[in-house]
């Protein structure tokens, strides 16, 4: 079984006519994963629906938490690109699980996303990667204590 | 580096207005690459443009050749998926490398695909699976000798 | 009250995986006026759902009488683009009615299609015009009596 | 000839990932028309790039300035919505052409919106209505001076 945490982020974004803007709503990850026929037993938790950048180390702690209490061994987070590295470093305490991160550049609402993808490219590694912490994004498999977002490039990249 | 080889399949499938019909046309992970912002080293091979139930044995040995000639040990097929199995069967026969196919059931060129998702799901998954040949669908990893597509229920699933 | 009449056609196909093919399904338009916010009375009737290269003598017959049958004055009738003009010169004999015909080249199934464009086009020109019968497509209002699907250019044109 | 003016509104947002914000970015309108293979001849200028409610009385004397400067006698213009009957009540100072408003409740970068149905809408009412200045929102066409956009429902509709 995957355990799956949202957390909001870019990735579930959607437009309120009524605000004349765009908030994080409700997560897009359980319709995705209906829309593409997917099997894996799994099961979905949104634990907040915040913009990274204003993600307090309270609201570490409680994915932390989430994610050390959940008793699958294979968890899948979804996540703002922002500061995703940042809250990987936070669960590299966690021993002994698969624990990878994801998120997009465009929101799920959108015609072109890297939604869809992102979340399948996740999908398939928290399935097949050891212990460990992982940030999924770009069709790369990234070390979050090596990695950072390079905002110019639109890109995740390795960093020493 | 990852060998993409593209054989057809609905994946590909696009509506010539011209001919009242839908055909198979140009690979579409190319453009699916590009707009998912994927970065990592890849190279596209349209072998075929063929609907997989009407691949023919010597079909299946020209992918299964240009498999095994590729530099690369971390191959991607995307195929149909009526006889994906078929054809990943005779891929066994080679040795040393991580083979992963993917398709779709429904074009990526519709509203509602599950192409971005499947390959998104079969790159992570190339990239991390030891040696083999595996079906990467419906969110799972499947062993194309006890896996059928089951079309009622239109999914993969294991079959002893 | 605008009294919409489906006849199959381009608009309404989408891909039957257990089929491997491309047939025309369920009408796309009442699914479509719902996603556009549409508040204009209607009814929506699909009257049969057939590739216009394949409307008889009789099917026209049956989209006729139904027309005429129709207790409205503004009717909107959705077909297959190939044969839209000699079902249109057959309307013509229905006098008293605004009647508009509409399609599309790609189905209202897919990523980049003109569907949604054309019905609301049409839509508009139903309420607009004075009783006759119209070809609505290409963002321009066509007399089918004096105009041609140019199959080459992918698109209508008037013709002498 | 048919000129086309934009000013912003929802139907021109998108997504700056840089921003972590969606903005009024280039005017959808040119890339619409390409791609439901519109042949209607026109132009499209964008006069601004600003949400209906951020509009002053000199953005309104610009736009009204540009339609009664233009040699045109078809107008269209996209604009948000909120504001769209103030601004129409001003451009009813213009007489002797036919102006039609329209614009969308989600934006056109969407998956699902309704930008796409309601230009084609507003295109063909642009073409058939007799002079005078028209809101075409929710297939349907309104006064703006009688009526409102009903933020609560999402739509507009009319008012004494």
New interface residues.
Partial sequence: MIDIFTTGG?ID?V?F??L???QIGPAAIPD??R??????PHRVTQLMRK?S?ELTDEDRETICAAVAASEATHILVTH???TMVVTGRVLKAIAGKTIVMTGS???A??????A??????????V???PPGVYV?M????FDPEHSVKD??A??F?TEA
Avoid: C, W
């Avoid at 869809?116 to 590694?125: K, S, Y």
């Fill in positions: 870019t974004k437009y006519d009524a004349s803007e765009f995705m994963l829309e593409n026929n997917v099997h894996v913009d950048l703002g690109t922002d550049m465009q929101p609402s959108l015609r072109v996303s890297d869809d993808f992102n979340v399948g490219f996740a999908l398939a590694a399935q097949t990667l999924a770009n069709g790369m498999i905002r110019a639109g890109r990249r």
